[in-house]
């Protein structure tokens, strides 16, 4: 199967920043899309940011001009570049990843575990 392993959260001021990484291991046969998820008290799990193999990206409204997603095909690596952090976006973050694995050759939905992302002052 394929495995997600998230890193890089953590507690940061308002305003400050964080960098989120989340490495894809396993029996990949091929990944396409990747992509953030975050899932705040008391709240449904919302899109934060994803990115095609051709590295096209989409962003939620919420973080249009703050974050940058990004990823390096080579290491089945995504990134979350995450700047002017807002008390708001403090929540569980979660990769994402399409993808299909030497085992059963679908494309199914991976999950990571999760990383807490704490903004406050």
């Known amino acids: 199967q394929v495995q997600l392993v998230e890193s890089g959260g953590g507690l940061v001021q308002p305003g400050g920043s964080l960098r989120l990484s989340c490495a894809a291991s396993?029996?990949?046969?091929?990944?396409?899309?990747m992509g953030w998820y975050r899932q705040a008290p008391g709240k449904q799990r919302e899109l934060v940011a994803s990115?095609?193999?051709?590295?096209?990206?989409n962003y939620a409204d919420s973080v249009k001009g703050r974050f940058t997603i990004s990823r390096d095909n080579a290491k089945n690596t995504v990134y979350l570049q995450m700047n002017s952090m807002k008390p708001e976006d403090t929540a569980v973050y979660y990769c994402?990843?399409?993808?299909?694995?030497?085992?059963?050759?679908?494309?199914?939905?991976?999950w990571g575990q999760g990383t807490q992302v704490t903004v406050s002052s």
């Open positions: 990115i095609t193999s051709g590295f096209s990206t």
């Open positions: 994402n990843a399409e993808a299909i694995s030497t085992v059963r050759l679908t494309l199914q939905d991976y």
């Open positions: 396993g029996s990949i046969f091929s990944i396409n899309a």
